[in-house]
């Protein structure tokens, strides 16, 4: 029996297979990308990472495929999206969802750490930049010895494919709409609205360039550009 409040288990499970496909949408390539990513981390470490910190991890999907790759891995989903925590909550319950806002600095001592990895896919585009570049400085205090930051979102430099012609509403407001339509979901939804009131992407977009620089300043000393592919570039940093 599903309670009226507690969105059923093949409800949570479409919705987070249908964020996949609306985010494939925005990110083509997105599967060769992070493979690219978790290949680096094993490199970077010479083992498969233990600790994984997820920034902006939404409702889990990223977590669930490091998961699929390290069984053994202990994973943490850090967002400021209470309803789609409470997917990653409902979808993985072997993973630490955190409630935090990368906005300002407060989200530190929320994260935890030291982690292995820290990922941000897809993330960093809703901070301004100034805060971008703190949130690099940020991001390094996280990390362990050997460990890595990986990076991914829409850069200047990444060339661009085709646009695919999908008329009436982006797909973004439709996965939303679809969620919204879901009584068991109100609640969620409500916290939602109060927790990320007044919240807008900054929609920045750097270069590759800059991203390695805001890096190199926050005292990164090994930049790499893993995976360019669609306006969308993935880059690895280490101290
Ligand atoms: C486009 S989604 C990408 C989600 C996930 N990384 C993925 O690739 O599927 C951006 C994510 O960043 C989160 N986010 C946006 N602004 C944030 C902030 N200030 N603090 C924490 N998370 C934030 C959103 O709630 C959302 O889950």
């Given amino acids: 029996m599903t309670m009226a409040n507690t969105p059923a288990p093949e409800d949570v ?12 949408h925005y990110q083509p390539g997105r599967d060769d990308l992070l493979a690219a ?6 490199q970077a470490h010479g083992r498969a990472p233990e600790r994984v910190l997820d920034v902006g991890g939404g409702p889990g999907t990223t977590a669930e495929a490091v998961l699929r ?4 891995a202990h994973v943490t989903v850090l967002d400021i999206d209470p309803a789609l925590l409470a997917l990653t909550n409902a979808a993985l319950p072997r993973v630490r969802t955190v409630l935090a806002d990368i906005g300002s600095p407060g989200w530190l001592p929320a994260a935890g750490g030291p982690y292995d990895l820290v990922l941000a896919l897809m993330t960093l585009h809703y901070l301004p930049e100034d805060r971008v570049r703190d949130w690099y400085v940020e991001a390094g205090h996280l990390l362990a010895p050997q460990g890595l930051l990986l990076v991914s979102d829409a850069m200047h430099d990444a060339p661009v494919s085709s646009k695919s012609q999908s008329g009436g509403m982006d797909p973004w407001t439709l996965w939303w ?3 919204s339509a879901q009584p068991s979901m109100a609640p969620l939804l409500t916290e939602r609205a109060v927790t990320l009131s007044g919240l807008k992407s900054a929609e920045f977009v750097a270069s590759t360039d800059w991203h390695g620089e805001a890096a190199r300043r926050a005292k990164f000393g090994e930049t790499a550009v893993l995976h360019l592919h669609a306006g969308h570039a993935l880059m690895a940093f280490r101290r």
């Fill in 177 to 179: 709409a679809a969620l």
């Fill in 37 to 42: 990513g978790l290949t680096a981390a094993e």
């Fill in 69 to 72: 790759r390290w069984p053994d």
């Fill in 13 to 24: 499970a479409r919705w987070r297979r249908d964020w996949e496909t609306m985010m494939r």
